[in-house]
Every structure is written in structure tokens, then in C-alpha cells.
């Protein structure tokens, strides 16, 4: 039986380049920072922009592989391993918060890199349990938020929730030269203010915002981590920004933690 806790925190960070895994840069002493002062849950749940499925999944593998979803980069970079433990103990305490079948277990599946570049910051050591939910392709933004919403007693439960995608994700955009266009800093105040305000219609709404949406968030894979920890909200969380800035100029690498 795994025995209530304090509440571990739940956080939204905003992961970015892989390459903010490697190299110095300030998100990943932001991570760094962080992890020193997290407390030690007995596993963590993450979801991440990179895993979709055709209904919601959990992995229950006994030691979740690096996946290396990326082309391009370094050969350091594939080089990384996060060689963390899983957790098919809480997976299927997940699995249990729902009705049959809702979420089921797979072992195909491991650590993407919207997980273990965060994670390789926050704990290095990789030596606390880690397994991933899948992001369902059938739901809506309302059929996400009500998912996570079942998920919030985890946290009193021993389970730490990462969740790691971008605000703003526009990767036809990319500006080397840095300079953030007006839309996206329109959107991701949008959405800060929304966090703020714990406005759950701001945030499954989005063209609320106007035109800038669109344009913000061209696909959804990258927002919807965000309305996992939303929704996952205490009313004596307190909550804070880690980091508000942009990279190359259509990545909001806004990051949200609440404790």
C-alpha cells in the first residue's frame, strides 16, 4: 500500500532545444537550481509534448529506455543516457483512478527527450522512479483537462508531476537571431495571466487571445502538457515562474511550478 504524503510539487517547464540538455545556457541552470531545493517524491510522473497515442497510455517498464526523438544534433547528445528506475507500482495506481481501460499499460515506450533533458538536471543521480503518461490523440483540450484533473491525488500520494513542452512552439518561426515577434509575446502573457488568475477557460480557449493562437500554437502537442499541471492545482499551492524568456525568438521557455 503506498501511504499518503505531503503534497509533491506539480510543474510545467518549458524544455525547448535538446540541446539545453548539454550545453551552458540559462534554463539549464534554472533546472540545476531547482532540483537542490525539490523534495524527494517516491516517483515522478511525466508528460511530455513527444509522446501521443491513440488512447491514453502509461509505461510500466522496469527501466524506461533514453529515447533519442530528435535528428540533427551532436553525437553527444544521443549520447546521453537517463538511466532512471520505472515505477509500474504507481502506474497502475494511475491506471486505478479511472474506469477500465481508460488508461492502459505499455512497455513500448521509455523516457523522450521532452523528459529526460529535464530530468538529467533536476535529478541527476536518476536514481528516483520515473514513468510517462501518453498525451491521447482523441481528446480536446476539455477531455485533457478533465484527464489531469483525476490525477491531482498523486501528489499527496508521493508522485512529483513534470510536465515539459512550450507555450509558444513555432518551429517554422525560428528566429536565430533571437528577436521575439509580437505574437508570441502576446499569447505567452496571455497565458501567464490565465495561470494567474487560475482561469480554466483561458486556458482551453485559446483563441480567446485572438489571431496570435494560431500562430502560437500551430499544433497542440506542446501546449497540452501545461493544462496537466493546471489542472493538477491546490488552492494552497503557491505558485512561481522559473523562467519567462523566449529562445530563438518562437520558444517560450516559460516554466511553471506550484508547490
Same mark, same amino acid.
Given at each position: ?7 509533491? @510539487?506539480?510543474?510545467?517547464? =518549458? &524544455? ?22 525539490? @523534495? ?12 501521443? %497515442? $491513440?488512447?491514453s497510455? +502509461? ?5 524506461? $529506455? ?14 546521453? $543516457?537517463?538511466?532512471?528506475? =520505472? ?18 499499460? %505499455?512497455? #513500448?515506450? =521509455? ?27 482523441n481528446l480536446d483540450?476539455?477531455?485533457?483537462? *478533465?484527464?489531469a *484533473?483525476? /490525477? ?18 513555432? !518551429?517554422?518561426? !525560428? ?13 505567452? $502573457? ?10 480554466e477557460?483561458?486556458?482551453? &480557449?485559446?483563441?480567446?487571445? =485572438? ?8 499544433? #497542440?502537442?506542446?501546449?497540452?502538457? !501545461?493544462?496537466?499541471?493546471?489542472? +493538477?492545482?491546490?488552492?494552497? #499551492?503557491?505558485?512561481?515562474? !522559473?523562467?519567462?524568456?523566449?529562445? /530563438? ?11
Open positions: 500500500m503506498i501511504k499518503n504524503t505531503l503534497r509533491m @510539487p506539480a510543474m510545467f517547464i =518549458g &524544455h525547448g532545444n535538446p540541446m539545453n540538455a548539454i550545453t551552458e545556457n540559462p534554463y539549464r541552470d534554472a533546472w540545476q537550481a531547482l532540483g537542490k531545493t525539490l @523534495p524527494r517524491p517516491s516517483a515522478i510522473l511525466c508528460i511530455s509534448a513527444h509522446w501521443q %497515442t $491513440q488512447g497510455k +502509461v509505461n510500466v517498464a522496469d527501466f524506461p $529506455q533514453t529515447i533519442h526523438d530528435f535528428g540533427g544534433f551532436p553525437a553527444e547528445l544521443f549520447a546521453q $543516457q537517463y538511466a532512471a528506475p =520505472g515505477a509500474a507500482a504507481f502506474a497502475k495506481i494511475v491506471c486505478e483512478l479511472f474506469p477500465a481501460n481508460t488508461i492502459t499499460t %505499455t512497455q #513500448d515506450w =521509455g523516457l523522450d527527450h521532452g523528459a529526460w533533458t529535464v530530468l538529467q538536471s533536476l535529478f541527476p543521480k536518476a536514481d528516483v522512479p520515473v514513468f510517462q503518461l501518453s498525451l491521447d490523440l483540450f476539455s477531455g485533457h483537462f *478533465k484527464l *484533473k483525476q /490525477l491531482t491525488s498523486l501528489r499527496e500520494r508521493g508522485v512529483m508531476l513534470i510536465a515539459s513542452g512550450n507555450i509558444v512552439h513555432n !518551429l517554422a518561426k !525560428l528566429n536565430r537571431l533571437g528577436t521575439t515577434p509580437e505574437w508570441a509575446t502576446h499569447f505567452d $502573457q496571455y497565458i501567464k495571466n490565465a495561470l494567474e488568475l487560475h482561469d477557460n483561458a486556458l482551453l &480557449h485559446i483563441a480567446q487571445a =485572438g489571431d496570435c493562437a494560431r500562430l502560437a500554437v500551430p499544433t #497542440d502537442e506542446h501546449y497540452l502538457p !501545461l493544462l496537466y499541471i493546471a489542472a +493538477v492545482w491546490h488552492p494552497e #499551492d503557491k505558485m512561481r515562474f !522559473l523562467t519567462d524568456n523566449f529562445d /530563438l525568438g518562437s520558444l517560450s521557455m516559460r516554466s511553471v511550478i506550484y508547490q
